[in-house]
């Protein structure tokens, strides 16, 4: 898997995995690993010292030709035509290939690596 879609799937892979250390007592571990990656170390040694291997559901979900019905971002204003966003949020650094949607509450994706909003991209 090449490098950028390996760290997209990492990061996708965050929240579960800090789920599994705090039920393992592995959080320092997982922090410190993740630190290194923010720092330069390779994502595929960070990978193999986790013992992951990648592609997550949600990444097989996403690719060229899926499209989103579902994903539809919007909000209805009395008075006002619905606003209707197409389009995805992408790595805010730029670093890997994730893209994710809006969850169900509306809330931003993050970058779980970094930390930060995930940035917007409409389609063309």
């Known amino acids: 898997m090449e490098q950028r879609r ?10 579960t995995l800090r789920e599994r250390a705090e039920a393992g ?20 040694e960070v990978c193999r010292q986790l013992g992951w291997r990648g592609e997550t559901e949600t ?3 996403i690719g060229p030709g899926s499209s989103f019905p579902d994903h ?4 209805q204003l009395e008075g006002l035509a619905p606003v209707v966003l197409n389009g995805d949020y992408r790595c805010p650094g730029h670093r890997c290939s994730r ?26």
């Open 25 to 44: 007592l592995w959080t320092d571990l997982l922090d410190e690993l993740l630190d290194d990656l923010a720092a330069g170390r390779p994502v595929a």
């Open 6 to 15: 390996l760290l997209a799937s990492l990061c996708a892979a965050v929240p």
């Open 72 to 75: 539809a971002e919007g909000a």
């Open 59 to 61: 990444e097989r979900s």
């Open 99 to 124: 893209r994710a949607h809006r969850d169900d509450r509306g809330r931003v994706p993050h970058c779980a690596l970094a930390g930060t909003p995930m940035t917007y991209r409409p389609e063309p």
